[in-house]
């Protein structure tokens, strides 16, 4: 198989090529450093819904917030069994549908996660059935690096998991793969026709504010799924969702994966803990946490008084993550899984939380998308969308800060500049990113100021782009003032109107 490594692996002396991991004769006489009892974890809380929760997703999400559940940042559900499609089935579909194609994987050395380093890839690939003979023959061969404590097959792996992890030098090298984040809509869901949570279309639904995109401008892996195989230790690092959206993750088939979760009210201190541990390493790669490439076991963690919540997810069961929450896990064995990411209007003000993060962290990480976009999405659309009132509410509240905010920024340009020149945009429906501010990276959605004597632009909120003695500004703007506050009336009647909770 060929792989292109960054770094290329030392070849192991006398390695069977039928066992992957063989094991050290030494260690199957000594105890793993950790013991279940360090894995005893707060359950993440666990909720049984109906197939009513389908019709009608986002009022499930609502209910979420309102009894409270944001504060532990994910939620699992159990889903009725009718639901589930047996694993045979399954699997069969599925390599129908990836008939001919192939999956690049990240190549994921556990002894080596914790230092952060970026993962190989497998550009080669697999077919599915070549991934699952690859995964299956991992398995099989996999040698446990020291002595059982537990019957509970999931517990060992979490034992010896982390134990490798954290203390790579005691063990044998563990390598993997893991094909994640292959596009729906490029290679396939693992939904079947006419399934009932079929995540593709789940973003449609009354209460999404993302049900105003079109196919032509979907974001791919945030409100389009993506698909997941995984095997025996292939695992995800700590991250949170882009824009600290909220994600659901359905597990189609196969064996189960262990989460971990860090509540919202925990993830500055997990932050602050992340960038001292790393400070060395983050001199060389400051994008090291948005990286996704290093793993903190949950016990180094929860050592620095940082909460942890613990779940295993099975096949039919759906995970929520709600805002702010870093989120890890591994897998037990071959199995498949589809995410995407959902717009509550909960989820306003996370968008803020969010973007003020990553300004504070130096724009390493750049916003997905403008809420002003999104947002003028749902306003153009509104006659074609479906809210609650109290949905409606708090689209307008956001969306009032919004305007006034532009409005008065604005009037400063106007007033800070002499013979300021006002230009419209030529085109109005021009796509966001056609305009991005120089000094923090973000797009430039409803205006932007340009200097024509260095031809630099940015955001209207810096409020200067240059350092000229004499700058020749020109305000560019996409509405002008009277069609920002039409939209604004516009979201305003729907507030009012609107009947129903």
Partial sequence: MIRQMKQKKEIRKSKNSDDITEHHAKALLERFPYSIKDFNFKEVPTLHVTQEFFKDPFKTIDDLYRKGYEKFGIVKLLLPNELKVPEKKFFNELEMKLKGKRVETRVQTLNSQQAGEIFGSNTTGFTLQEYIRYANKFECSHKLQGQREVSNQIR???????SIVDFPHRYDEVEVEYAADLLATKYATGFQEGQLGNLSSINKNCNSIFQVL????????????????????ANFCWHKEDLNLNSLNYMH?????????????????????????????RIQNPR??????CQISPVELNQQQIQILRTEQHPGELIIT????????????????????????????EFDRASTEYRMDGNLKKISFPLEWLLTKVVLMADQVQFTQSSWIKLLEKFKIIIHSEIANRNTILALYEQVKTV??????EKYDRNVCKICSNYMFYSYIFCGKCLKKGCIAHQSVC???????????????EELQTMLTTLESKANSTTGL
């Fill in 322 to 349: 709600l805002g702010a929450t870093y989120h890890a896990g591994f897998s037990h064995g071959f199995n498949c899984s589809e995410a995407v990411n959902v717009a509550p209007t909960q989820w306003l003000d």
């Fill in 156 to 162: 060992q792996n979490e034992i010896e998991f982390w």
């Fill in 288 to 293: 090291l946490l948005y990286d996704l490439v």
């Fill in 467 to 481: 350092a000229c003695s004499n700058p020749k500004i020109s305000l560019y703007i996409r509405y002008n003032s």
């Fill in 424 to 429: 419209e945009f030529t085109n109005q429906l």
């Fill in 214 to 233: 079109q196919q032509k401008n979907e974001m791919s892996g945030i409100s389009v799924p993506w698909l997941y195989l995984g095997m025996k230790y």
């Fill in 253 to 281: 088939a196969g064996a189960p994966k262990t989460w971990y979760a860090i509540p919202p009210n925990h993830s500055e201190k997990f932050l602050q803990y992340f960038n001292k541990k790393y400070e060395n390493q």
